[in-house]
């Protein structure tokens, strides 16, 4: 997967029957996939049939990849094609449900929403630049989610 996203391959192409490549990644559960594509760049709120990828990372139980995916900026209220949230898919007192409640009562940092606004503004093929911003080397990896 790297070397496709080296060589410049699409990060939202689209399958009517499983969606984006984070949603594969989300479905399967491959964390470290879905790292790869949200560092890329990859939309972390792509919707297939207004399911996102937080939806099936709920679906799976991977308390994981849901916080990945809520650090990258996924959409805990989004619904889907039901009117569902991503909660709506987890049993409740679960891990996976815990985690989710818990970041729908408490909101994200605005430092967070930052990195959330400049990366989106950069975009996917300009990521690259953050490493040549004249800021502080601390805060260059916390752009980078390193």
């Known amino acids: 997967m790297k ?14 029957h499983f969606g984006t490549p984070l949603h594969v990644a989300c479905a399967r559960p ?14 972390v709120n ?10 099936l990372a709920a679906k799976s139980k991977n308390v994981d990849l849901i916080k ?6 996924a959409n805990v209220y989004a619904q889907d094609n039901r009117g569902r949230l991503p909660l709506d898919y987890t049993q409740s007192g679960s891990p996976s449900s815990a985690c989710l409640e818990y970041y729908q009562r408490m909101p994200l940092s605005l430092s967070h929403h930052c990195r959330m606004v ?15 911003l004249n800021i502080a080397p601390r805060l260059i990896n916390y752009l980078c989610y390193d």
Do not use: F, M, W
């Open 46 to 55: 792509s919707a297939k049939l207004h399911e996102t990828a937080l939806h």
């Open 68 to 73: 990945v995916l809520i650090d990258y900026g």
């Open 118 to 132: 400049l990366r989106k503004a950069l975009g996917p093929q300009r990521l690259h630049v953050i490493h040549q």
């Open 30 to 43: 491959h964390v470290d996939c879905a790292k790869l594509l949200l560092n890329a760049g990859a939309n």
């Open 3 to 16: 070397l496709l996203i080296d060589v410049g391959a699409n990060l939202e192409s689209y399958d009517c």
